[in-house]
């Protein structure tokens, strides 16, 4: 394994110059137009370089950047190190987009998402057949299949019921042996940074304990109970994200959007301290990470310009680029 994780993260370094920097990105968001924003896109690589004659079609841009990337790191992630943790979060996202369709008749295209353990295609077909789903997805679509027949199914449902699903199944990858340690506190923390962001907006919309608990994620360092106990006593989100990550927690607003935001950056950190370590997932990690929060960015400053966003609004939305 050390000499393809060795390769790996040589190859990772020379794809890192080719990151977009906070310069450019600030070029985006202060484009006069949407054209001169895909302008920038297209200089910095995206696209082939090539400017769309519709800028418009930034989207398409974005999503083949984002399956380069994952194909990437599909062929140069050592195997066993936990990286299907990542094809996971592809896959559940991809099911989610495929139940809806089936039960509300919404159009799955602009949703499906390429890069998972398993095509989009054949998830499609396992769903249509009722088998070759796996322990973790299977019980999720069982339970979402019942609230059908009961008349109780509801998008949020389906949301809940494949989201638990995924954290488990993470959570058992994570279990095994040989595992990253680097992947299993990345999503140990990320299972917990997920329940503190739906604890604060579940007090947002005055929900209670049993409304959070159908979402609550498993995996984490922060049990049911204290979740329980902080409905009970009215306790802050600020609290609650400080046992997972102190730095700078105390200065973070309360709201929703604002501890998610904070959640993404407090992940970003959490694989810097190592990520030149060449010995470790972290160099691969890192880069996978750091571009994919760079599409993120890129894809939300270019829809906030396309639909007329003021500038300073749209630089509030902004994460940590890179670890």
């Known amino acids: 394994m050390t000499e393809g994780l060795l390769f790996a993260n040589a190859a990772v370094k020379t794809r890192e110059s080719g990151l977009m920097n906070a310069e450019k990105l600030g070029r985006i968001i202060e484009a006069d137009t949407l054209r001169d924003a895909v302008r920038v896109l297209a200089e910095a690589g995206y696209g082939g370089g090539s400017i769309p004659d519709d800028p418009n079609a930034f989207e398409d841009m974005l999503k083949a950047e984002e399956e380069a990337v994952e194909s990437f790191v599909a062929k140069s992630a050592p195997k066993g190190s936990g990286f299907e943790c990542f094809s996971a979060e592809r896959d ?6 495929l ?34 789903l796996g322990e973790f997805m299977g019980s999720a679509v069982d339970e979402i299949r019942l609230a059908y027949t009961e008349k109780a199914l509801t998008p949020r449902k389906i949301d809940c019921a494949a989201d638990r699903a995924m954290f488990r199944e993470i959570a ?35 929900g209670g304990y049993s409304f959070f ?14 979740f329980e106990r902080a409905f009970r006593d009215g306790a802050d989100a600020i609290t609650l994200m400080r046992r997972v990550e102190d730095q700078s927690a105390a200065d973070v607003d309360s709201t929703p959007s604002e501890l998610e935001k904070y959640s993404d950056d407090a992940l970003t950190r959490l694989i810097s301290s190592a990520k030149a370590d060449m010995f470790t997932v972290q160099p691969i990690m890192g880069y996978y990470l750091g571009k994919k929060t760079e599409i993120k960015m890129l894809r939300i400053a270019l829809v906030c310009i396309k639909n007329g966003v003021p500038r300073e609004e749209i630089k509030k939305k902004m994460r940590k680029l890179y670890a």
Do not use: Q, W
């Open 92 to 97: 559940y996202h991809n099911l989610k987009a």
């Open 99 to 132: 139940l809806k369709a089936e039960y509300y008749g919404v159009d799955p295209s602009e949703m499906i998402l390429k890069g998972g353990s398993v095509s989009p295609e054949t998830l499609k077909e396992r769903l249509k057949a009722g088998s070759g």
């Open 172 to 206: 058992a990858i994570t279990a095994g042996k040989g595992v990253s340690p680097a992947i299993r506190k990345f999503f140990r923390m990320k299972a917990d940074m997920t329940n503190v962001v739906t604890y604060a907006r579940c007090v947002a919309v005055g």
């Open 213 to 226: 608990a159908e979402s609550f994620a498993e995996g984490g360092a922060i049990s049911k109970d204290i």
